[in-house]
């Protein structure tokens, strides 16, 4: 077993589900970024996804896009993030993704971003536009030993579900609206996070995109293994002290809600 599906199954064992961040690699403040991230693990955050930042990100929306562009501008490229790793695991023992797009992998060079991966102390990624035709290309065998977590959407066949149930590990990453991340659809599909629920047999599932508060991670709890809050947190730090107090605040709330 992986070591975050088997992090994720014993918080699960323990009454908890899982309660993971997203974080855009040194965002807002290069220079206090690692010191960031550990507040926020601190504050109750299970798991951290820190996402290197890329010109043209698809999947994200606009608070995540300009956390990007931002981090971009202050000279965050893939080697500061596998340095902010590094430094991150030195102080913690919990499950760290690293999430961006392919391009930038493909420019780094697709077995040293790998060989990267494991020698900063990462435990798993996620690409989310590598299709799933073309995983086994890309997820070459440098890439064994590290969690490659899919998505699947509302969209997503039941079919094509199983499918990425089969080639994903550390868990399934459920994309629970239509759309970009940090876009609120009053009516966040339940259903499909119940359906998928009953599909998603090999791996853990957790549940991301439009949660932001307590009573989304209380709605979403029951029909899955944890959430991902990932604008919610982004947007909290853009309007936040240095302390980053309101943000930590924050994710203390949402981590007391998955209990």
């Known amino acids: 077993m992986s ?32 010191k960031l991230t550990l507040n926020v693990l601190d504050a109750g955050a299970d798991m951290l996804e820190i996402g ?11 608070i995540i896009q300009a956390s990007s562009q931002e981090a971009l501008l202050n000279g965050i ?9 590094k430094e991150i695991r030195k102080n913690s023992n919990k499950p760290i993704i690293l999430m961006g797009y392919a391009n930038p992998v493909l420019n780094y060079g697709i077995d040293k971003f790998a060989a990267e991966i494991k020698n900063s102390g990462a ?24 969690d490659k977590i899919l998505l699947v959407t509302p969209t997503t066949s039941e079919e094509r579900v199983k499918e990425i149930d089969k080639k994903s590990s550390g868990f399934v990453y459920c ?28 791996n853990k599932m957790l549940v991301g995109f439009g949660i932001s508060n307590e009573e989304d991670v209380k709605r979403y709890s029951p029909f899955c293994d944890g959430v991902i809050v990932g ?29």
């Open 123 to 146: 435990n798993g990624v996620i690409i989310p536009d590598v299709p799933i035709d073309e995983f086994d290309n890309f997820f070459n065998i440098s890439f064994e030993g590290i």
């Open 52 to 62: 290197f930042p890329f010109s043209d990100p698809l999947a994200d929306g606009p």
């Open 175 to 202: 994309v629970s609206v239509s759309g970009t991340t940090g876009l609120h659809n009053k009516n966040k599909s339940i259903e499909f996070v119940k359906k998928n629920q009953k599909l998603v047999t090999k």
């Open 77 to 85: 490229n893939l080697s500061t993030s596998f340095q902010y790793v």
């Open 231 to 259: 604008s919610a947190v982004i947007k909290s730090l853009m309007n936040d002290d240095k302390n980053y107090s309101q943000t930590i605040e924050l994710v203390r709330k949402l981590k007391n809600s998955t209990k």
């Open 3 to 34: 070591y975050i599906s088997d992090y994720i199954k014993k918080k699960n064992e323990a009454g908890e589900k899982i309660l993971s961040v997203f974080l855009t690699s040194g965002f807002p403040d290069k220079e206090n970024f690692v």
